[in-house]
């Protein structure tokens, strides 16, 4: 089950791939991280999805990583007395406080406080982006607006404000109870949805308190305007498209990507792209060749991990979808301009310790020809910042937590493996040696690269760099 690619593959589970049998498919297919998207799984739903994907992870003997993503404030227009209205541009429109019916003229919105933070000339999107209204005057518990772009407006459409900073956090009630599940169930990441400010990702990690990893998604334009705040708080975060592409202006969008796989790269911090990577997939069997564009630009761009949403939750292809995404990573990281450009994206190493030997590691291991960098993690920073300099030769992580190595899942180039910590610098060069040999990373007679932090077991200390040979016996001398 070792991954000859080094990005990461995630999978959204749903209908059509919660099955115990799918499940095992997806990860045969190249699925290294399960998405369960709490925005339509219950707590009953999510915990026996958990147990599937535990159960699969036994059978192949393979960390699988889990991420539970949350649903943030949703804004939604209330229910009209007839299902729907038609918008033309130029007419007046109002959102109200009011609960009665919505009609041509007006309609609820359910959220007071959202109701007082709108400014004249702030925008409101509807529908995805599909409607867009102009704030024209605001008080009174009710925005008057005038329809910039019109269309069908039906019951509980969704509603964006790309100009307004909202006073609610994007922690809300729900989200609250759906983390504390997530939590109890083990699972090894939380994506926290609709971020506007740094102070989100503090209020999550207080809840969570190092029991799983903090993943912040990027979909707003407030987000954007502070995201090294946030990315410097954050474990990992994910760039999600879809919302972002709302928003925002959409030809921003691709710019924006490449800018945040670069911030991701000089921190240090694992990067999802997602949504709407291989669309085509949900009813296709194939996908169209900007969509393999598209995920081929993300793998190029050096993103630790790459995403399928409706693709393999609902379509009618899930296992397909991932088997293609696999082949196009697989097909870009040999193609002969990948190291080049992955080179040329390099961040230069921080000031400390562990980046220092990361960097070298790099170095020595690339002009060594060495076989393998093996790097021994508690917290899974060493591994990470050894998979920040993308060397060219395959990463080993050992961990004594199970925890680390499930949550390195989703972290570039990274293959990992549980096992103790070694008891003394002997058994720390033997053990990387027969690790690498059994994972099929190195032969006898190679050589291989050993970071790790002395003394042994020292969370986050990665001062040490050695080169070892594997022996006949698969042990190590240095």
């Not at 998207?37 to 036994?58: C, F, G, P, Q």
């Not at 979909?219 to 919302?243: H, N, S, T, W, Y």
């Not at 921080?350 to 076989?371: G, H, M, N, Y």
Request: with cysteine; charged share 25%; glycine share 8%.
């Amino acid at each position: 089950m070792r991954r000859l690619r080094r990005v990461k593959i995630v999978a959204t589970l749903g209908p059509a791939s919660n099955s115990e049998k799918v499940i095992e498919d997806l990860a045969r297919a190249g699925a290294d991280v399960f998405r369960i998207n709490m925005s339509h799984a219950s707590h009953d739903l999510m915990r026996e999805t958990v147990a599937k994907i535990r159960s699969v992870e036994r059978l192949l003997s393979h960390p699988l990583g889990i991420l539970v993503d949350l649903q943030g404030p949703k804004l939604r227009v209330g229910k009209f007395a007839e299902g729907a209205v038609q918008l033309v541009a130029g007419q007046k429109f109002t959102l109200d406080s009011s609960d009665a019916p919505g009609t041509k003229d007006r309609v609820n919105l359910p959220h007071s406080e959202i109701i007082e933070s709108v400014s004249v000339g702030d925008r409101l999107l509807l529908d995805d982006g599909k409607l867009q209204l102009k704030a024209t005057r605001v008080g009174g518990g009710a925005i008057e607006t005038e329809v910039i772009y019109g269309g069908k407006l039906s019951d509980r459409k969704g509603v964006s404000l790309p100009d307004t900073l909202l006073p609610v956090g994007a922690l809300t009630e729900k989200d609250h109870d759906d983390l504390l599940a997530g939590l109890a169930a083990d699972c090894d990441w939380v994506a926290l949805s609709f971020v506007q400010r740094p102070e989100d990702i503090i209020d999550v990690r207080k809840i969570v308190q190092g029991r799983a990893g903090v993943m912040a998604k990027i979909e707003k334009p407030q987000a954007v305007e502070r995201l090294e705040e946030i990315i410097k708080l954050c474990d990992a975060f994910m760039i999600a498209r879809g919302d972002l592409g709302v928003e925002m202006p959409i030809e921003q969008v691709p710019g924006l990507q490449k800018r945040m796989i670069r911030v991701a790269r000089r921190y240090g911090k694992p990067v999802v792209v997602a949504t709407q990577m291989l669309e085509s997939m949900i009813s296709s069997p194939v996908p169209t060749r900007a969509e393999v564009s598209d995920v081929s630009i993300a793998v190029f761009e050096g993103a630790d991990a790459i995403m399928l949403s409706a693709e393999s939750a609902s379509g009618q292809y899930p296992v397909e979808a991932v088997t293609m995404m696999n082949k196009v990573a697989m097909a870009v990281e040999s193609d002969v301009n990948y190291r080049g450009i992955i080179r040329a994206q390099a961040a230069e190493p921080e000031a400390t310790a562990a980046d220092a030997i990361s960097a070298a590691t790099r170095q020595v291991a690339e002009t060594l020809d060495l076989a393998a960098i093996v790097t021994y993690t508690s917290s899974g920073s060493t591994a990470i910042r050894a998979a920040r300099e993308r060397p060219s030769k395959p990463i080993l992580a050992l961990s004594p937590n199970q925890r680390t190595v499930r949550r390195l899942s989703v972290v570039w180039g990274v293959h990992c493996v549980e096992s103790p910590d070694a008891v003394n610098l002997e058994d720390m060069v033997d053990r990387a040696c027969i690790i690498a040999y059994q994972a099929a990373l190195a032969r006898p007679g190679d050589r291989i690269a050993i970071t790790a932090g002395i003394p042994l077991g020292t969370p986050g200390a990665t001062n040490m760099l050695r080169i070892a040979f594997v022996r006949q016996d698969g042990a190590g001398s240095s």
